[in-house]
């Protein structure tokens, strides 16, 4: 594989997979939105940056001129063969797709959950409480949304090391390596089918089960195809982008002190925290599909190219929030687009919302005194979804 | 001097975030699919006003409208 050319003019050649972007793309965004509210690529065959707020909206509810058939920007556009109802449907399938998932997670649903994912915390704690270091995303953060959603699918916690491996070639190394993500998602597609497959025989009482017996707008049973394309959605959305929310938030946390002590000292500021966290570091950017020509707050838009959505960037945008780039703990006011706007509104908000506040909660709980490891370093992820993937951090109080 | 105030959600705006129903529970209610409408005839009990506000400030799809009666 060539790497790419290192970017050196942000504003007409960008590249959100350069090593600067994955380290600390706030400064780029900034740039970029102080000349246009959208930049233009060649690379990636044609992409799309809107970095105002109101430009990622104006995309987000624009369903007609830009479909969500394709919610990766990658290397190569090969013909769609595998959907993952509903992010990667447009209206009107879209709707009767979504509402299939939604029931699952309500915030009551979601209650219910919550004793299993506590424990989950401490289990994972327990294994480090002792240490003096640790490398909190791989030893914590990585683990809490994927044993979650195995909860809830109903399928074995240990199986989740495998998940890992195939969102990893799945989301990072897919954009550039096509067949390692088409094998990721055939590995993916088998291990989903075994169950299936197991539950026409014993039902059970988990979302698998759920989404065989759910039925589609005309009364009918879903296809295993439809099936299996949600199942995949879930692990693929489920996973690392609460690893990575929860990791932000804990490097964040682990970095400012005057916030940790507040959070510890007040912990009825929890939810404004949280809202905070998932503003200044919301992990997930989806893409679209420009399908015909447009304008974009008055930029012009062609076909035959993506545009990367960037709700991280709308999140930093200082038109729509006071002092975008400061982390206010207790932000009032917090329209964020962390989850998406309009009809993609992702489906696991809630599971997101519950997963982190649990996790932060138990962490301060158990380790209210922690900082980063000065002697270590900070990896974060590359692409569609940012967060850190190695976090040392010492703990304890300073000695 | 300032009415009686009732929150209204615009069924055609709520993608079920659920903020209002996290900030002011009392003034929200969630369907099955988690979309939010106003409890009862959208009511804000007094007291309870600068919930609906905040709850109207955070609605990232500005589907919450306050009316002053």
């Given at each position: 594989?060539?790497?790419?050319?290192?970017?050196?003019?942000?504003?007409?050649?960008?590249?959100?997979?350069?090593?600067?972007?994955?380290?600390?793309?706030f400064?780029?965004?900034?740039?970029?939105?102080?000349?246009?509210?959208?930049?233009?690529?060649?690379?990636?065959?044609?992409?799309?940056?809107?970095?105002t707020?109101?430009?990622?909206?104006?995309v987000?509810y624009?369903t007609?001129?830009?479909?969500?058939?394709?919610?990766?920007?990658?290397?190569?556009?090969?013909?769609?063969?595998q959907?993952?109802p509903?992010?990667?449907?447009?209206?009107?399938a879209?709707?009767?797709?979504?509402?299939?998932?939604?029931?699952p997670?309500?915030?009551?649903?979601?209650?219910?959950?919550?004793?299993?994912?506590?424990?989950?915390?401490?289990?994972?704690?327990?294994?480090?409480?002792?240490?003096?270091?640790?490398?909190a995303?791989?030893?914590?953060?990585?683990?809490?949304?994927?044993?979650?959603?195995?909860?809830?699918?109903?399928?074995?916690?240990?199986?989740?090391?495998?998940?890992?491996?195939?969102?990893?070639?799945?989301?990072?190394?897919?954009?550039?390596?096509?067949?390692?993500?088409?094998?990721?998602?055939?590995?993916?597609?088998?291990?989903?089918?075994?169950?299936?497959?197991?539950?026409?025989k014993h039902p059970?009482?988990?979302?698998?089960?759920?989404?065989?017996?759910?039925?589609?707008?005309?009364?009918?049973p879903?296809?295993?195809?439809h099936v299996?394309?949600?199942?995949?959605?879930?692990?693929?959305?489920?996973?690392?982008?609460?690893?990575?929310?929860?990791?932000?938030?804990?490097?964040?946390?682990?970095k400012t002190?005057?916030?940790?002590?507040?959070?510890?000292?007040?912990?009825?500021?929890?939810?404004?925290a949280?809202?905070?966290?998932?503003?200044?570091?919301?992990?997930?950017?989806?893409?679209?599909?420009?399908?015909?020509?447009?304008?974009?707050?008055?930029?012009?838009?062609?076909?035959?190219?993506?545009?990367?959505?960037?709700?991280?960037?709308?999140?930093?945008?200082?038109?729509?929030?006071?002092?975008?780039?400061?982390?206010?703990i207790?932000?009032?006011?917090?329209?964020?687009?962390?989850?998406?706007?309009?009809?993609?509104?992702c489906?696991?908000?809630?599971?997101?919302?519950?997963?982190?506040?649990?996790?932060?909660?138990?962490?301060?709980?158990?380790?209210?005194?922690?900082?980063?490891?000065?002697?270590?370093?900070?990896?974060?992820s590359?692409?569609?979804?940012?967060?850190?993937?190695?976090?040392?951090?010492l703990?304890?109080?300073?000695? | 001097m300032?009415?009686?105030?009732?929150?209204?959600?615009?069924?055609?705006?709520?993608?079920?975030?659920?903020?209002?129903?996290?900030?002011?529970?009392e003034?929200?209610?969630?369907?099955?699919?988690?979309?939010?409408?106003?409890?009862?005839?959208?009511?804000?009990?007094?007291?309870?006003?600068?919930?609906?506000?905040?709850?109207?400030?955070?609605?990232?799809?500005?589907?919450?409208?306050?009316?002053?009666?």
């Amino acid at each position: 594989m060539n790497k790419p050319a290192p970017v050196t003019d942000w504003v007409h050649d960008f590249d959100h997979t350069d090593p600067r972007w994955t380290e600390n793309p706030f400064p780029i965004w900034d740039e970029l939105r102080a000349e246009c509210p959208v930049v233009h690529t060649e690379r990636f065959l044609g992409v799309y940056l809107p970095t105002t707020y109101e430009a990622v909206k104006q995309v987000s509810y624009d369903t007609e001129h830009f479909s969500s058939r394709r919610v990766i920007v990658r290397n190569v556009r090969p013909e769609i063969t595998q959907s993952a109802p509903p992010i990667t449907s447009d209206p009107p399938a879209h709707k009767p797709a979504k509402q299939l998932l939604l029931p699952p997670f309500t915030p009551d649903a979601m209650k219910k959950l919550e004793p299993r994912v506590r424990e989950i915390c401490n289990e994972l704690i327990d294994e480090f409480i002792n240490d003096p270091k640790v490398d909190a995303a791989a030893r914590y953060t990585k683990h809490i949304p994927v044993r979650a959603i195995a909860h809830m699918l109903g399928i074995p916690e240990k199986d989740s090391e495998l998940f890992i491996k195939w969102i990893h070639e799945i989301l990072e190394l897919g954009i550039t390596d096509d067949e390692a993500m088409v094998r990721a998602i055939h590995e993916m597609s088998s291990y989903f089918i075994g169950h299936i497959e197991a539950r026409k025989k014993h039902p059970t009482d988990d979302l698998i089960s759920t989404l065989m017996h759910a039925k589609d707008k005309d009364g009918q049973p879903l296809s295993d195809m439809h099936v299996l394309g949600s199942l995949r959605l879930l692990l693929i959305a489920g996973i690392d982008t609460t690893w990575s929310a929860i990791g932000a938030s804990l490097w964040h946390l682990a970095k400012t002190p005057a916030d940790r002590e507040r959070l510890v000292a007040e912990p009825q500021l929890m939810p404004t925290a949280i809202e905070e966290f998932l503003r200044a570091y919301a992990p997930v950017t989806m893409a679209r599909e420009v399908m015909k020509e447009t304008t974009i707050s008055g930029c012009p838009i062609k076909p035959g190219n993506m545009v990367l959505l960037s709700f991280p960037a709308a999140n930093r945008d200082p038109a729509m929030f006071p002092d975008a780039d400061k982390v206010v703990i207790d932000r009032k006011e917090n329209r964020h687009a962390a989850f998406g706007l309009g009809i993609h509104r992702c489906v696991g908000s809630n599971l997101a919302r519950m997963e982190m506040t649990v996790a932060i909660e138990e962490w301060l709980k158990r380790i209210p005194d922690f900082r980063l490891d000065p002697t270590g370093e900070v990896k974060w992820s590359e692409g569609t979804v940012r967060g850190p993937r190695q976090l040392p951090l010492l703990l304890g109080k300073p000695r | 001097m300032s009415g009686k105030l009732r929150v209204h959600v615009d069924q055609d705006k709520c993608q079920g975030h659920s903020r209002c129903k996290a900030l002011a529970p009392e003034l929200f209610d969630l369907d099955e699919f988690g979309n939010a409408h106003e409890a009862g005839d959208g009511t804000v009990p007094p007291g309870l006003e600068d919930k609906a506000y905040l709850a109207k400030s955070n609605c990232p799809e500005l589907a919450i409208d306050i009316i002053e009666d």
